[in-house]
Every structure is written in structure tokens, then in C-alpha cells.
């Protein structure tokens, strides 16, 4: 066999599916925790810059920021080695049936969890969606029919992330629409979108995997069924043929 033929043997052994499901799930959970990491810090700074400059009444917010980091460096490390073992099992479907089960169950536990890291993901992204849609109309006030700029105001501690006497809470006209310029604001809001982005990216591969481990866990059982039917068959046959052998022999004997 010569070198041509044996790539194309070995190319023809790579699960293309699982391989495929792994670099999507390892580029969804690396946008999501890389970008929500760095925007969950532009959002404190953004915080602590204009809406809460007393340090007290956004500590709880900051230290569970905090704590949302750590874990997102938990899912990182925890989702780069899962992605492995996928992967692993994709390249060896020899694997006990009921090992593959536990990697169904398993897989679908995540996927409905990352859901619903999803669904959370995209609660920053609407709130900074507003505060943008906001300066867009401070800054074309007459096309949008608005007259009074400085009477158009943003105050986030509706949205519960700050408590209600937090100080100032609530920025109007042209502050607001600085903000907006700022490099924190501009960073964070796209940072958030590429990081709901990832966890969606991250929910797909997720049901990719669950495919392809019910296919491979319904070949696995069908093949051990086979299997089973084929060593009962041959048994069967190895008894006919002993009994046959048994039959000329006494056959042989009486003549």
C-alpha cells in the first residue's frame, strides 16, 4: 500500500461530525468566556465611572462580577477537557454501551444548562442595546422627534443591577451620550453580543454531540445484538454438526 493510500485510509477513520462539534463547542466556550470576561470589567468601570461613584452601593454587584470571572474560568478549563474526551469517543465507538449512555445524559444535562447561559447571555446585550438605541436619539434628536436632549435619560438601577439609592443612578443628554462614546462603553456592548454569540455557538455544538452519541449509542446496541445473534447462531451450528459427528459415529460403529 503506498503512502497516497494509507492517508486515504487514515483520513477515512477521522469522525468528521465529532471533529466538526469540537472546534465549534471550543470557539463558542473560548468567545463566550474570553469576550464576557472582559466585558463583565468594562461594566464595572463603566459603573463605577458614571452611575454608582459610591463604591458601597455596587459592592455586591462587584463581587459577584467577581465570582462570575472565576467561574468563567471554571467552564473554560472544565469544556476544554470534555471537549477532548468527545472527541476521544467519536475516534473509538468501541466504547461499553453503557458508557456512551452516561455521555448522552451528560451531554444533555450541559445542553440545557448552557441554554440557559444563553438566555442569561443575552440580558447585558439588551440592556446595552437600550443605552445605545438611547444616544443614537440624543444624537438626531429632530429626526426622532425629540426636542428636549437633556430630558432623555438612562437609569439602570431599573434594570436591578444597582440598588435604588445608588447616586447619580440616572444619566441624561449630553453625559449619556458621552458615555456612549467612551472606548469601555463601545468595547463592553460588542464584547457582550460576541459573547452571546459564543454561547449559542456553544448550545449547537452541545446538540451536535447529543446526535452523534445517540447514533453511535444505537449502533453500538444494534452491533451487540448482532453480535449476540451471530454467537448463538454459530453455537447452534457447532451443536448440529458435534450431534452429526456423534450420529456417523455410532453409525459406524453398528456397521
Known sequence: MGCFECCIKCLGGVPYASLVATILCFSGVALFCGCGHVALAGTVAILEQHFSTNTSDHALLSEVIQLMQYVIYGIASFFFLYGIILLAEGFYTTSAV??????????????????????????????????????????????????????????????????????????????????????????????????????????????????????NWAYLKDASKMQAYQDIKAKEEQELQDIQSRSKEQLNSYT
Open 98 to 215: 453503557k458508557e456512551l449512555h452516561d455521555f448522552v445524559f451528560l451531554t444533555y444535562v450541559l445542553g440545557v444548562a448552557w441554554l440557559g447561559v444563553f438566555g442569561f447571555s443575552a440580558v447585558p446585550v439588551f440592556m446595552f442595546y437600550n443605552i445605545w438605541s438611547t444616544c443614537e436619539v440624543i444624537k438626531s434628536p429632530q429626526s426622532n422627534g425629540t426636542s428636549g436632549v437633556e430630558q432623555i435619560c438612562v437609569d439602570v438601577r431599573q434594570y436591578g443591577i444597582i440598588p435604588w439609592n445608588a447616586f447619580p443612578g440616572k444619566i441624561c443628554g449630553s453625559a449619556l451620550e458621552n458615555i456612549c462614546n467612551t472606548n469601555e462603553f463601545y468595547m463592553s456592548y460588542h464584547l457582550f453580543i460576541v459573547a452571546c454569540a459564543g454561547a449559542g455557538a456553544t448550545v449547537i455544538a452541545l446538540i451536535h454531540f447529543l446526535m452523534i452519541l445517540s447514533s
